[in-house]
Every structure is written in structure tokens, then in C-alpha cells.
Antibody, heavy 119, light 107 residues
């Protein structure tokens, strides 16, 4: 069974760093893109960026470029999303999702990680 | 960036109704469009890809159509499990973008 399992909820202070994870199983991790989507409280979906673990090619939305880093560790089939300095406006649910290599829609989703940042 | 505009933002309907949601792209995206369903507290779920291809295990009452800049998601006979929020997403070019969502409520 193809699965993406995300790390647990986080409560942080403004200015803290954070790295959340998304562990893939049931498929060849290096043959699909994997990426992140933000959903702020009561709002819609926002595409953040993706990485192709096979060659580490990474693409970001201009809205998130420079604010987050997307990475992947092929050896443990895990993708990451990290911040160096959180803001209260980063409070949201973050979903990881898998994308086909040549067709960038999201066919498998993680369960979501809730990040709460207090100011 | 390609802007995706969904309408309506909220839709009230009854079980058994035929429901249509529209998604418009700010420039042509060929058929590179997906539709997702999201229920409260849950991750989104893929319904349709390439504008009209039904994802495996998705009920056949869901269908998608359109190409270029105008697309529709149709639910032929609304079921109790279908009350949710629906999003379109273009994957013609980076950055990928979502529509603002359409909430389907019980009338």
C-alpha cells in the first residue's frame, strides 16, 4: 500500500526553527516528485514546492521561496520541510503529497502536520 | 502565475441533485487540471486528473470536462458523503496553483 506518514503536531514560538517530515512507503521514492501544501486555518490550499528525490531537483512557489527549505533523504524515503525562523503567520496544517514524474497532480497525500506558532 | 478562479464559492444542494462547479484559468492550461475533494479535518483526495480522467476507486457519479481555460466538475446525483469542499489545481506550469475552493453544503 502506498502511504505517506507525516510527523506529529508541533507547537513553537516565533523565531524558532522547525523541520517536519513525511515518510513514504509502498513505492519507489526516487521515481516520483514529493512536495508540500499549506492550509491556513479556515482557508484554502496553497502550493509550496516539490522535490524529485531521484536527482534532488527542487521547485518552489515564489510565495515560499526563501522562507522554507524542501529536502529529501533517499536512504530513508523521507521528505522534509524546514523553517529557520518561524512566524505566527506560519500557523497552518502542512500536507505532503506525491506527484507523478511527468504529470504534476497529487495522487497520494499525507495526513497533515499541524504547526502552531505563538508570538 | 496562472490564477484559478472557482465558482460558486459555496453551493447549497440536496441529496440527489446534479451539481456543477466551474474552474477558470487566467491563461490556457490545455487539459492539465485536477480536482480534489476535502472533508473537514481530512487531507484532500484526488478525484479527477487531466481534466476528465477519473481516479481509481472514485465513484462514477463524479465527472470532469473542459480544456483551455474553462473546466467543470459535475456530480450527477449528490450523495450524503459528497458534502465537502472541492478544489481545482492546474499543473500546466510552475508555480502550480489551486482554485479558492467550492464548499458544497446541505440545503
Amino acid at each position: 500500500e502506498v502511504q505517506l506518514v507525516q510527523s506529529g503536531a508541533e507547537v513553537k514560538n516565533s523565531g524558532d526553527s522547525l523541520k517536519i517530515s513525511c515518510k513514504a512507503s509502498g513505492y519507489n521514492f526516487t521515481s516520483y516528485w514529493i512536495g508540500w501544501v499549506r492550509q491556513m486555518p479556515g482557508k484554502g490550499l496553497e502550493w509550496m514546492g516539490i522535490i524529485y528525490p531521484g536527482d534532488s531537483d527542487t521547485r518552489y512557489s515564489p510565495s515560499f521561496q526563501g522562507r522554507v527549505i524542501i529536502s529529501a533523504d533517499k536512504s530513508i524515503s523521507t521528505a522534509y520541510l524546514q523553517w529557520s525562523s518561524l512566524k505566527a503567520s506560519d500557523t497552518a496544517i502542512y500536507y505532503c503529497a506525491r506527484y507523478l514524474r511527468f504529470s504534476l497532480y497529487m495522487d497520494v497525500w499525507g495526513q497533515g502536520t499541524t504547526v502552531t506558532v505563538s508570538s | 502565475d496562472i490564477q484559478m478562479t472557482q465558482s460558486p464559492s459555496t453551493l447549497s444542494a440536496s441529496v440527489g441533485d446534479r451539481v456543477t462547479i466551474t474552474c477558470r484559468a487566467s491563461q490556457t492550461i490545455s487539459s492539465w487540471l485536477a480536482w480534489y475533494q476535502q472533508k473537514p479535518g481530512k487531507a484532500p483526495n484526488l478525484l479527477i486528473y487531466k481534466a476528465s480522467s477519473l481516479e481509481s476507486a472514485v465513484p462514477s457519479r463524479f465527472s470532469g470536462s473542459g480544456s483551455g481555460t474553462e473546466f467543470t466538475l459535475t456530480i450527477s446525483s449528490l450523495q450524503p458523503d459528497d458534502f465537502a469542499t472541492y478544489y481545482c489545481q492546474q499543473y500546466n506550469s510552475y508555480p502550480l496553483t489551486f482554485g479558492g475552493g467550492t464548499k458544497v453544503e446541505i440545503k
